[in-house]
């Protein structure tokens, strides 16, 4: 098992530095931030002090010397719109995000296990097609279409849910919706095909012909072996909804990772930018290795295979 | 190898499971858990006191250094913070506000007198040494204050309490809207840090911080040694959502008092209350190169625009003819909107063509998303018309900060005959805030100038009172008739969404300073 994390870990750290180069480089490529913190009257002088001052007029290399100088001392710089730590403004973000992607993979995980068990269970059923049906078409929502419309409707037309913000419980309800669809429209699917090919097998027979029961069977026997697809599945899924939800954390003014790296984008608020996409890629590849954990937990072959 | 597997594996299967259990157990517990703290970081159930506010986005700071900036000015400005004079926006008249009132002692100096009794939210008296050390914060330390680039530019101002009701300023270029400007410098105690921004300034307005919950919410609580008029509401909470219509919906389902920001298609339905900002939309023409240096071509184009049809279809608006609306010093009421004449455009074009100016050349509509609503529909509606005239036009919609290579000098290299998708909104109520770094040739915002309106405005900026009414006006009417820079498109309207609990009436200053004493119940 250590052999097996060791290695993925080094593996991960190429993609690691890969993204914090491209990030910092690519950044500065699209353009001079002075133009949109400075007025519009500023002069050349306010310009090029604005340009010392944040170090803007260094050679790009060196700038990125004095970047990873920082890093490794865990300072990531001040942001240019707040004039607040960089590092604080991603930590402060990501829990909120976080959160919201542990509610809503843990809610498509139970209710895509629940359905698409059932949906295979008997294949062509009418509980099948439905599932089906309901699944694709889940898949497929436009998750800003689909938030609007549930603020309209539950929000505006019923009054049952508040519009947006983190206030209270209810306010969670649309949010996790709008995530949570699209996950679940995807596993109940992976779900379906892994346990019809799961109860087909032979030891399945073998089991019924022990003479286990039908729960025993579906949930001891064939989930077992039908978890690894899933897993999988949901752990690009769940990388996904960490690196953050855009489109509902615009939507519903939730204060997480997502806006926060888009809108420092369009500022050219560079700090903030690298600090959010490193914190982020450092729990991708934390999630990563958990996914493998639970891989190995459940598949000896997993095991097996990386010890030898 | 394979046999002594087999049989590790069996022997730990059920330990694994009961692992996997245990950990999915205590991530749920960990979700949970922290899942309440988000949800008791917001405190639910405001009291009727309070006025619920929704800003399309969280003010970056409240430094009031910075409060020219737009998304800080309208929670800083008159309700933390305030200055020595005020502009009020209907008459265009200064008003005291910190100083009682004010005379110009010799060309280049200004005395001010402060108002007794008056003092900060920290309990400190505002006097003339605070004002004099706001003036030097703001325009002449080391935080790139907005203010200063905005207001000042680069001319020096030196400011000294002569003792605490009596403030000298003195510049080193003759001033003479000296206490116009000073209407932007937001009084701040001693005690402030002169070498960094502050996120929760001390000021001396009606209301001062009271909590800011980072990326949540923003609340303000009635100051009560205010100098002035007690505002009604005991407390304000600001939040902020960036999608349009949920701030619309806030404002119909009662959750929030006021929304700003609105755009028609947001559906605030007959909650919406229009008005007229101070934001003009234009096209900057870039006169140097063919055939926009031609003046033929220049008018075909503004002839080529359908203004009307623009603020009936595409957004909300009056059809102007000038970069400055009603109320700031320089309007000038002679100028109309340029008609719609799509023949006399053709005709202009076609005596071009014949005269050899070259038509058949390419000519770039830059635009910018979200410069207003519907900024891209709102550039093909102008592309259409120029392409009825003979003209060849493409556009290129941009992102604000690849957009601003093109407004500002120095022009990206080998960019050809440019149209440029602009807005201005002069704040500050004076025509030298336009005419300077728009039109002048030198200007920062400047493709094109002439010798003759360069004149010009020199000269309206060194006059006062109706002389400098006058002087900008004739400016104005000089560029529009002879030089002909760009196609002033419309007078924007602006839509905030007020629930029928609120009286509450905006102007033309509202986007850029929102009172929360103004903000009455409705009876």
Redesign the interface.
């Known amino acids: 098992m250590f052999i097996m994390l060791r290695r993925r870990a080094v593996s991960s750290v190429i993609p690691l530095l890969v993204v914090v180069l491209g990030v910092f480089f690519l950044a500065r490529l699209?353009?001079?931030?002075a133009?949109?913190?400075?007025?519009?009257?500023?002069?050349p002088?306010?310009r090029a002090?604005?340009a010392a001052?944040n170090g803007f007029d260094q050679p790009l290399v060196s700038q990125f010397g004095d970047y990873v100088a920082q890093v490794a001392r865990l300072d990531f710089g001040e942001s240019l719109?707040?004039?607040?730590p960089a590092g604080e403004a991603a930590l402060?973000?990501f829990?909120?995000t976080?959160?919201l992607a542990?509610?809503t993979m843990?809610l498509a995980i139970m209710g895509a296990v629940v359905i698409g068990s059932l949906a295979a269970y008997r294949p062509n059923s009418a509980t099948d097609r439905i599932a089906s049906f309901l699944s694709s078409t889940a898949a497929s929502v436009p998750d800003f279409w689909f938030a609007?419309m549930g603020?309209?409707v539950f929000?505006?037309t019923l009054?049952w849910l508040?519009?947006?913000?983190?206030?209270?419980?209810t306010?969670?309800v649309l949010p996790v919706a709008t995530l949570l669809i699209r996950p679940f429209g995807v596993l109940v699917q992976v779900v379906r095909g892994a346990m019809v090919s799961a109860l087909s097998a032979p030891y399945v027979k073998v089991a019924r012909s022990k003479g286990a029961s039908e729960g025993r069977v579906v949930f001891g026997h064939a989930l077992r072996n039908a978890a690894a697809p899933v897993l999988t599945v949901a752990g690009d899924l769940a990388v996904g909804l960490v690196n953050g939800a855009v489109v509902v954390e615009?939507?519903?003014?939730w204060?997480g990772i997502g806006?926060l790296m888009i809108d420092s984008v369009?500022q050219?608020d560079f700090a903030v930018l690298q600090a959010a996409v490193l914190v982020t890629a450092l729990v991708i590849f934390a999630l990563n290795i958990l996914v493998d954990i639970?891989h190995a937990?459940?598949d000896?072959r997993v095991?097996?295979r990386a010890?030898? | 190898?394979?046999g002594s597997?087999?049989v590790t594996?069996r022997a730990s299967?059920p330990r694994?499971?009961q692992?996997?259990a245990g950990a999915l157990l205590s991530?749920?517990t960990?979700?949970g858990v922290?899942?309440c703290s988000?949800?008791g970081?917001?405190p639910?159930g405001e009291g009727p006191g309070t006025l619920r506010i929704v800003l399309p986005e969280e003010p970056?700071?409240l430094?009031p250094c910075d409060a020219?900036l737009t998304a800080t000015g309208r929670v800083t400005r008159a309700n933390i913070t305030e200055a020595l004079t005020e502009r009020d926006p209907s008459t265009g008249r200064l008003e005291p506000a910190l100083a009682v009132k004010w005379a110009r002692a010799s060309a280049t100096s200004w005395t001010f007198t402060i108002r007794e009794g008056v003092t900060f939210h920290d309990g400190s008296p505002f006097t003339a040494a605070a004002a004099a050390f706001s003036i030097k914060r703001a325009t002449d330390s080391?935080i790139?204050c907005?203010v200063?680039?905005?207001i000042f530019?680069?001319s020096e101002v030196t400011a000294t309490a002569v003792d605490d009701a009596t403030l000298e300023v003195r510049t080193a270029e003759p001033d003479p809207i000296l206490p116009l400007r000073l209407s932007f410098v937001e009084m701040v105690p001693t005690s402030t840090d002169p070498g960094?921004?502050v996120?929760e300034p001390i000021g001396t307005g009606p209301y001062r911080v009271d909590e800011w919950s980072?990326?949540?919410f923003l609340r303000l609580k009635r100051y009560a040694d205010y100098w002035g008029e007690t505002p009604e509401f005991a407390a304000a909470k600001y939040?902020?959502?960036?999608?349009g219509?949920?701030r619309a919906?806030?404002v119909?389902?009662g959750?929030a008092d006021v929304a700003i920001g609105l755009a028609p298609e947001d559906g605030a339905g007959d909650r919406a209350v229009e008005f007229t900002t101070n934001e003009v939309s234009y096209l900057r023409i870039d006169a140097t190169e063919a055939p926009l240096d031609d003046i033929r071509i220049r008018r075909a184009i503004n002839y080529a625009i359908d203004r009307e049809g623009l603020v009936t279809a595409v957004f909300s608006g009056r059809p102007s003819g000038q970069l400055v609306s009603k109320g700031v010093t320089g309007y000038n009421p002679r100028i109309r909107p340029w008609p719609y004449d799509p023949e006399r455009a053709k005709e202009l074009v076609a005596q071009a063509r014949a005269d050899g100016v070259p038509t058949g050349t390419t000519i770039t509509l830059i635009g910018r998303n979200g410069i207003y609503p519907k900024a891209a529909e709102a550039m093909e509606v102008v592309q259409d018309g120029l392409l009825k005239a003979g003209l060849k036009v493409e556009i290129k919609m941009l992102?604000?900060?690849?957009w601003?290579?093109y407004?500002?000098r120095p022009f990206p290299n080998g960019k050809g005959p440019t149209l440029l998708q602009a807005q201005h909104g002069n704040q500050a109520g004076d025509a030298a805030?336009t005419m300077g770094?728009i039109y002048g040739s030198e200007g920062?915002?400047s493709s094109y100038g002439t010798p003759a309106l360069d004149a010009a405005i020199e000269k309206a900026q060194l006059a006062s009172d109706d002389q400098r009414q006058k002087a900008f006006a004739e400016a104005f009417a000089q560029q529009n008739d002879e030089v002909v820079r760009d196609a002033v498109m419309a007078n924007m309207t602006g839509i905030l969404a007020l629930s029928p609990d609120i009286r509450y009436r905006p102007d033309s200053a509202t986007n850029d300073e929102m009172r929360l004493a103004d903000m009455r119940r409705a009876d």
């Open positions: 699209t353009g001079d931030p133009n949109l913190y400075l007025p519009l009257s500023a002069t002088e306010m002090e604005f001052r719109r707040t004039a607040q402060r973000a829990p909120a976080l959160q542990g509610w843990l609007i603020v309209l929000a505006v009054g508040p519009t947006s913000g983190t206030n209270g419980a306010a969670w615009t939507i519903f003014g204060p806006k369009l050219r639970c937990l459940l000896p095991r097996l010890a030898a | 190898m394979t597997g087999s594996t299967a694994a499971r692992r996997a991530a749920l960990l979700v922290s899942a988000v949800a970081a917001d639910i970056p700071t430094e020219s080391a790139d907005n200063d680039g905005y530019s680069d960094s921004r996120r980072q990326g949540r939040v902020w959502r960036a999608e219509s949920v919906a806030m119909t389902n959750e992102d604000v900060n690849a601003l290579e407004l500002l805030f770094q920062a915002q």
